[in-house]
């Protein structure tokens, strides 16, 4: 069962809606002044107390569901954007969905074949505001590999440069306090 509309809601939470009137709002959590937490729902609230962001643990919207692999997603046709730096994936279409899981800094194949842990639902017009559909890379069930390989050739290099920068760098210096 759907309980997810992009852009939209999670059950009866709805992005714009003033929290404070929603009537189980009394038996939210308050995280912090702007997040607040019921069950497996998360809210976020702008200064004007509106729900601006929507997540869910438990949740499904068509064949996306929590609990499924990103690379499953990918390979049943959903197109996605990468964000490579919080390691996040939007939906393409419709808009207004992200599938995450906790930030764990992990290698894009770890990442792919982990299980989503988060649908979250955000206002539509942030993707004109941040520019989502611009700045982050499209990945189709077509180019996954090509992703996949890229990723993992830009990860070696990375891991290769910071060994041999280690490796230069520790031979070449000598603790702080035996500067002085």
């Known amino acids: ?26 038996e939210f959590q308050k995280i912090t002044d702007r997040k607040f937490k019921w069950q497996d729902i998360q809210l976020r609230v702008n200064d004007a107390g509106l729900i601006d962001l929507i997540s869910t643990r438990d949740g499904s919207f068509g064949e996306i569901a929590t609990g499924q692999t990103f690379r499953h997603v990918i390979e049943n046709g959903h197109n996605l954007l990468y964000d490579e730096f919080d390691q996040v994936f939007y939906l393409v279409d419709p808009g207004g969905l992200c599938i995450e899981k906790e930030y764990e800094n ?17 206002d539509i017009g942030l993707n004109k505001q941040f520019n989502i559909d611009n700045d982050f890379e499209k990945i189709t069930r077509d180019n ?37």
């Not at 309980?3 to 714009?16: A, D, E, L, R």
């Open 144 to 180: 996954l590999a090509d992703f996949e390989l890229k990723n993992h050739e830009s990860e070696q290099f990375l891991k290769n440069a910071i060994r041999q920068f280690k490796s230069t760098h520790d031979k070449q210096t000598r603790p702080w306090w035996k500067i002085w």
């Open 1 to 26: 069962m759907d309980n997810i509309t992009p852009g939209h809601n999670i059950q009866s939470f709805v992005i714009g809606q003033r929290a404070a009137d929603h009537p189980m709002f009394k």
């Open 106 to 122: 992990l290698p894009i194949t770890e990442l792919l074949n982990s299980k989503i842990q988060y649908l979250t639902v955000f």
